[in-house]
């Protein structure tokens, strides 16, 4: 069964403290692994898409990666305004474009 | 690029009474759109995938009777929470499948009393 998994499921930060935030995933050929960020009553706001193990992006102060197994979100001197809730999902196989999503890390920065 | 739209953002209605959602992709067009739900502090869950031209396809366990989804075009899809009840109290989500990934809505809440 395609899963994905995301830890940890809270994180807090100083200012300007570097971290890791993972997620990882079993899916029946992966089609896209997909982070989004989400502010509280809002919609989830996309940030990166990554399609095969190696691939790298970046975004100011986020870089993401992916192995065959997992994808790191890698925050550098995160500043207050990166607190959010953080989503990782994945897309398979299946021609029906639907996202199998993780739980989320709730990230709150502090100044 | 790639900016949904959900109006109303917010809605209060009495027990019994019927809501629609909609949601627009202003600059883009999305043959495909789909439709969450999110309770406070936990993931989206995918209540139905619209489809333009045709019928939903619902997750199992939604009904389909009570959240009617109409995509009469490439760029508004409706749901429509007939009958409403308390426990149907939550925030509404939908996202439009753009070329590379979903784009998501601002999100409804709806509150019924």
């Known amino acids: 069964e395609d899963q994905v998994t995301q830890s940890p499921e809270a994180l807090r930060l100083q200012e300007g403290e570097s971290s890791s935030l993972n997620c990882s995933y079993t899916v029946s050929g992966l089609r896209g692994l997909f982070w989004y960020r989400q502010d509280p009553g809002k919609g989830p706001e996309f940030l990166f898409t990554?399609?095969?193990?190696?691939e790298e992006k970046e975004k100011e102060r986020l870089k993401a990666t992916l192995t065959k197994k997992e994808s790191f979100l890698h925050i550098t001197a995160p500043k207050p305004e990166d607190s959010a809730t953080y989503l990782c999902?994945?897309?398979?196989?299946?021609?029906?474009?639907?996202?199998?999503w993780g739980l989320g890390t709730s990230l709150a920065v502090n100044p | 690029g790639a900016v949904v739209s959900q109006h109303p953002s917010r809605v209060i209605c009495k027990s019994g009474t019927s809501v629609k959602i909609e949601c627009r992709s202003l600059?883009?067009?999305?043959?495909?759109m789909f439709w969450y739900r999110q309770f406070p502090k936990q993931s989206l869950m995918l209540m139905a995938t619209?489809?333009?031209?045709?019928?939903?396809?619902?997750e199992q366990g939604v009904e389909k009777d009570k959240f009617l989804i109409n995509h009469a075009s490439l760029t508004l899809s409706t749901l429509t929470v007939t009958s409403a009840h308390p426990e149907d109290s939550s925030f509404y989500i939908c996202?439009?499948?753009?070329?590379?990934?979903?784009?998501f809505g601002p999100g409804t809440r709806l509150l019924v009393l």
């Open positions: 999902a994945v897309r398979n196989a299946g021609n029906n474009r639907k996202l199998i």
């Open positions: 619209s489809n333009e031209g045709s019928k939903a396809t619902y």
């Open positions: 990554l399609y095969s193990a190696g």
């Open positions: 996202s439009a499948q753009g070329e590379e990934t979903q784009y």
């Open positions: 600059d883009f067009q999305a043959t495909t």
